[in-house]
């Protein structure tokens, strides 16, 4: 990946304002440049296979072709031969609600946000999955998590599982589809989204530094890299490094598998 180039975005809504909104934001910034708009799926498909730009910011609800199948079709492109890297998408939508945040996972997106969301949030959201992690709306992670949680994704003990069909880097903040059953929860307890608190924690936990720990907590509140180090007052590159360590002690493929480690180690 060459970061000394512009990240190219395509813009996909059907609205018109939307998008020239969107267009005004990210035209401010050096490192970025928009290099196509869709007023629907299909057409932002097209363009995908043609441009090949670095993200594609995606509404769900557009005429014909809605934004998941089209995410779907074109996270499923390959790499280009001229060494570029496959497109990556990020669900921009006015409606926060599960299903959406599931489809948009499943179909390989790379992040999730409201399209309330500050102009400065998005701006990062698209370097962070330019970078080749993701994002999802801090508003939809706990939700998503105990979803998870509920349907099996997690597994006491054990982050193993099958592999996901979303396309998620192994050390990004998406999530990965793994299968399992649900751990043993204790009855006394809840957490702040009022599901039991788990009576078993996995021995991993007892690897982890408490900085890393502390880590750990903002990745599972959905912070970025970048969020996480001006919260603690360090740096990206340890940041970085402290992640790295985490998905290793614990034995997690990815971000997710360590949010979801700290979900049902009590930690969130």
Known sequence: M????????????????????????????????????????????TMAETLRPDVVL?????????????????????????GTQPTRVIILTTFDLDEYVMAAINAGASGFLLKDTEPETLLNSIRTVFQGNAIIAPSA??????????????????????????????????????????GAMGADSTNGIGTARPTYTDPELELLTNREREVLVEIAHGLSNQEIADKLFISLPTVKTHVAHILAKINARDRVQAVVFAYDNGLV
């Open 2 to 45: 060459n970061e000394s180039r512009s990240i190219r975005v395509i813009i996909a809504d059907d609205q018109e304002l939307v998008r020239a909104g969107f267009a005004m934001v990210i035209g401010s910034q050096q490192d970025m440049e928009v290099v196509a708009q869709a007023s629907d799926g299909a057409e932002a498909v």
């Open 58 to 82: 995606m509404d769900v609800r557009m005429p014909g072709m809605d934004g998941i199948e089209a995410t779907r079709r074109i996270t499923s492109l390959t790499a280009g031969t001229d």
């Open 141 to 182: 992670t706990k939700r998503l998590i105990e979803k998870m949680m509920q349907d099996g994704y997690a597994q006491h003990g054990s982050l193993s599982g099958g592999v996901s069909n979303a396309s998620f880097n192994g050390n990004a903040g998406g999530v990965a589809d793994t299968t399992g059953t649900v």
